[in-house]
């Protein structure tokens, strides 16, 4: 199954279109996107016996975050081999490097983004969304608790993160539009391997980013295991798991996003996003002081 926040509305997409869940479901269900995963397993059950009416045409860039206002948007660091290797840090596997950005830097999956001043920078990732309430849960409960996945840019700005008295990871990136997320949220069923999955990021049509979920230090489970010990993982939560290599500032030289490009992250079996990079207004003023 898949899911997608369209116009605001929550939808299921079918192989015509999207069909509007409220609606078809004759307002059992919320139209809010978000609200469906405090009822995920009540409605995956209805979806598997509805009659649904024929799907909708739509634009790309209609659609909104599958997961719109999520209570916690957790981020993992240094989660791929290649990654840490390129950021000259060693990994300690029994060690999670754990940070949350704030939810209001979400956005949709097809996007413009405002820069702001600053060193931008990119990093594909697979996210997670949860289905059901996850504390102190082992990895092999671990899976009945995912809704489904979704693609992710964790856009950072590297300054800002780096050159305080100590990292700066939240703030750094939680920027206006630097958490696109989508284009849909995927039920596991549809996916043959969390485990291997394909992504990559383009930068003007160059493939910069070219990693599998197989790398991964903490795969998902493991992941959702660890976390859950500390903090209760709630339904709609977004969990990023961590991007391979081939990040701006691990290049030589460091290469950074400016006005005009055109990054596009992709993940096999979940699909694309697509974000257009623009100057913001504070950054055009400061370029003519
Ligand atoms: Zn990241």
């Not at 849960?137 to 305080?164: C, F, K, P």
């Not at 599998?212 to 959702?224: F, K, S, Y």
Request: aromatic residues 6%.
């Amino acid at each position: 199954m898949r899911t997608a926040n369209k116009a605001g509305r929550l939808h299921l997409i079918t192989s015509t279109g999207a069909v509007d869940v409220a609606t078809a479901s004759g307002g059992r269900f919320d139209a809010d996107p978000q609200k469906v995963y405090a009822r995920w397993e009540e409605f995956r059950a209805w979806e598997q016996q509805a009659e649904l009416p024929g799907g909708q045409p739509f634009e790309p860039a209609e659609l909104g975050s599958p997961a719109p206002a999520p209570a916690q948007l957790v981020a993992v660091g240094l989660n791929y081999h290649d990654h840490a290797a390129e950021t000259g840090v060693t990994v300690p596997e029994e060690l999670l490097t754990v940070f949350g950005k704030f939810t209001s830097s979400i956005s949709g999956p097809h996007t413009t983004v405002g820069l702001p001043r600053g060193n931008v920078d990119w990093e594909a990732e697979l996210a997670v969304v949860i289905g059901t309430t996850a504390s102190h849960v082992t990895e092999a409960e671990a899976a009945q608790h995912i809704a489904g996945y979704t693609a992710a840019q964790d856009l950072t700005e590297r300054i800002m993160q780096m050159s305080g008295p100590v990292p700066q990871f939240g703030l750094a990136k939680s920027f206006c539009g630097f958490t696109p997320l989508g284009p849909w949220l995927v039920t596991p069923d549809e996916i043959p391997d969390p485990g291997d999955l394909r992504l990559t990021c383009a930068l003007n049509g160059e493939i910069v980013q070219d990693g599998n979920t197989r790398d991964l230090v903490l795969p998902v489970p493991v992941l959702l295991a660890r976390l859950s010990q500390v903090i209760t993982l709630h339904p709609g939560d977004v969990i990023l798991t961590g991007t391979p290599a081939g990040v701006g500032w691990g290049r030589k030289p460091p290469r950074y996003l400016a006005p005009g490009d055109i990054l596009t992250t992709h993940i096999d079996h979940i699909g694309t996003l697509t974000q257009r990079f623009t100057r913001t207004d504070t950054a055009q003023e400061a370029a003519t002081d």
